[in-house]
Structures are given as structure tokens and as C-alpha cells.
């Protein structure tokens, strides 16, 4: 039974690092509101926060002499050194990067950027992230198998589609953001896929 947690409210009674929620003591408390369903709890809303090793999908927002300003859907801007890049972007440019480190004032620093190109950037709200990449990326997998296509998933809620069918992997991708708190998602949006995947054939 699926059940709404407000920020404050204990979400599980041991510690856990969780989206949307914080450890305090040996508990996990809610910081967001979020949808609490047996032992997973999905938040709602969010913004991005920048975490270290997470891989993001950023848009060249300045450029500099030392390196670039990447807008990374959030409240935080990464900065890219050129001592860690061998290309050269330009402003509006699409790159993938991982972040190195993240400051005291919560700005993250970048490295490993590679530009996507030939295809299409959309966005969702990032707390939903988890769900759209699914258990060992097997939610990502059917996207790409019955879409035909490849997805390059930032934790920062940005998502890159190239090749194949776009539309239908967008529409499978707003699907789950819509219906992330539900239980047996994987099951409908399979279900989804397949009947879409069908119609085209025809």
C-alpha cells in the first residue's frame, strides 16, 4: 500500500542514501515529499544537487579562456577546466561529463567531457532519474531495444536520444516519469513498447 511521506517524516528506520531523503541518527528521513511503496520511496519533486561520480548531460552556458560554464539543470553551474578537455566546445554545446568534486558552496567540477551530437536532448524532472534507468539499467535496455535506439541517462534529469525511433522512446520516457510512483511500471511500459513497436510494423 503505497502511502505519502512529507519532508521530516522517518522513511525507513535504518540508514539509507536515498534520493529524497537524509540520514539523520540511524534513520532515514524524508526531505522531499515523496510516494513511500514497501521498501522503496520515490520523491515527487526536486531539484538536481550536484553528487560526486554521478554522470551528467550539461549545455555549454560560457566559455572562457581557462574553460567553460555547464548548465546542468540545476541550482549549480559545473565549470570545466581546458586542462580536461581535448576538444573544444562552443556555447550551447551538448556534453556528457562526470563530476570530479563538488565544493562547499556546492559547485561541481568536471572532467571526462564528451560532446553529443546527431541527436535529441530532453529533460525530466531528476528525482525520476532512477526509475527511468530502472533495476541494473534494464528500464534504459527495453527503451533502446524496442525503440531502436540509444539513451545517454544524466542523473541530472537530462537525457540524450540519438538513431532509431525518438518519438517512441520520448513518449515511453514521459510515461514513466508520469507514472514513477506506481507499482508494476516496468510491466506497463513493456506493455507500451510492445503494442507501439506492433503499430509500426503495420
Known amino acids: 500500500m503505497a502511502e505519502i511521506s512529507v519532508p521530516g517524516d522517518v522513511l525507513f528506520e535504518d540508514p539509507r542514501r536515498i534520493d ?15 510516494v513511500k511503496s514497501e521498501d522503496r520511496a520515490v520523491p515527487l519533486k526536486g531539484k538536481y544537487l550536484p553528487i560526486i561520480d554521478d554522470y551528467v548531460v550539461g549545455i555549454v552556458s560560457d566559455q572562457r579562456f581557462s574553460g567553460y560554464t555547464i548548465d546542468l539543470n540545476s541550482p549549480y553551474a ?63 535496455s527495453m527503451i533502446e531495444k524496442y525503440a531502436n535506439t540509444k539513451l545517454f541517462v544524466g542523473k541530472n534529469g537530462r537525457i540524450y536520444i540519438r538513431e532509431g525511433n525518438v518519438a517512441l522512446a520520448m513518449e515511453a520516457i514521459l510515461k514513466i516519469q508520469r507514472e514513477a510512483h506506481t507499482g508494476g511500471l516496468t510491466d506497463r511500459v513493456q506493455a507500451f513498447l510492445e503494442s507501439e513497436a506492433q503499430k509500426i510494423k503495420e
Open 20 to 34: 529524497g531523503g537524509y540520514v539523520l541518527g540511524n534513520k532515514t528521513i524524508a526531505s522531499v515529499i515523496c
Open 78 to 140: 559545473g565549470q570545466l577546466s581546458t586542462r580536461e578537455s581535448r576538444e573544444s566546445f562552443k556555447i550551447g554545446d551538448v556534453v556528457s561529463c562526470l563530476i570530479q568534486e563538488v565544493d562547499e558552496v556546492n559547485e561541481p567540477m568536471l572532467i571526462e567531457p564528451r560532446k553529443l551530437y546527431g541527436g535529441r536532448l530532453m529533460e525530466i524532472e531528476s528525482v525520476k532519474v532512477p526509475r527511468v534507468i530502472g533495476r541494473n539499467s534494464s528500464m534504459v
